[in-house]
Antibody, heavy 119, light 107 residues
Framework: EVQLVESGGSLVQPGGSLKLSCVAS????????MDWVRQTPGKSLEWIGEINTDGSKTNYAPSIKDRFTISRDNAKSTLYLQMSNVKSDDTAIYYCTMQYSSYIPFDYWGQGVMVTVSS | DIQMTQSPSSMSASLGDRVTITCQASQDIGNNLIWFQQKPGKSPRPMIYYATNLANGVPSRFSGSRSGSDYSLTISSLESEDMADYHCLQYKQYPLTFGSGTKLEIK
């Protein structure tokens, strides 16, 4: 069974940094692109970015580019989101997600982890 | 970036009603659109992919359609378990973009 479990969410001050993790199980992690999506308190979803199978290529949303970095450790079946210079607008639930089937994008999601940016 | 304009932002309907939610794309996305259902405290669940295809396990009362740049999710006969938020997502072009969401309540 495919499982994605995020961790690392917390309260962080504006301008601070935080690293989220997503541990994957139930499939061969190194074969799949992985994505991060966040959901603001107003409930809108926003795609953050993605990483390819070996970690050599990433794509990001313009709103977070140069502040957030997506990486992965295939030996640990773990996806990461390094957040830097965070702002209050980054307050959200952060999900890792993936396309497991060959035809449905984002068919598996983690349970999400809360990040609150506040002084 | 491609803007996805979703409407309505919220709606209330009675059991058995036909319900339609719409997303309009600001640029051509072909059929590269997916509809998600999200219940309180849960992660999004794909319902319709490639604009018109029903995902596995989704009841047949759900359907997706396209007319030009307008994409619709329709529930033919509303059931209580359909109370949820619904989101569209275009995956034609980077950055991937979501609609603003629709909160569906039962009267």
């Amino acid at each position: 069974e495919v499982q994605l479990v995020e961790s690392g969410g917390s309260l962080v001050q504006p301008g601070g940094s935080l690293k989220l993790s997503c541990v994957a199980s139930g499939f061969t992690f190194s074969n799949y692109w992985m994505d991060w999506v966040r959901q603001t308190p107003g409930k809108s979803l926003e795609w953050i970015g993605e990483i390819n199978t070996d970690g050599s290529k990433t794509n990001y949303a313009p709103s977070i580019k140069d502040r957030f970095t997506i990486s992965r450790d295939n030996a640990k079946s773990t996806l990461y989101l390094q957040m830097s210079n965070v702002k209050s607008d980054d307050t959200a639930i952060y999900y890792c997600t993936m396309q497991y089937s060959s035809y449905i994008p984002f068919d598996y999601w983690g349970q999400g982890v809360m990040v609150t940016v506040s002084s | 970036d491609i803007q996805m304009t979703q409407s309505p932002s919220s709606m209330s309907a009675s059991l058995g009603d036909r319900v339609t939610i719409t997303c309009q794309a600001s640029q051509d996305i072909g059929n590269n659109l997916i509809w998600f259902q999200q219940k309180p405290g849960k992660s999004p669940r794909p319902m319709i992919y490639y604009a018109t295809n029903l995902a596995n396990g989704v009841p047949s009362r759900f359907s997706g359609s396209r007319s030009g740049s307008d994409y619709s999710l329709t529930i033919s006969s509303l059931e209580s378990e359909d109370m949820a938020d619904y989101h569209c997502l275009q995956y034609k072009q980077y950055p991937l973009t979501f609609g603003s969401g629709t909160k569906l309540e039962i009267k």
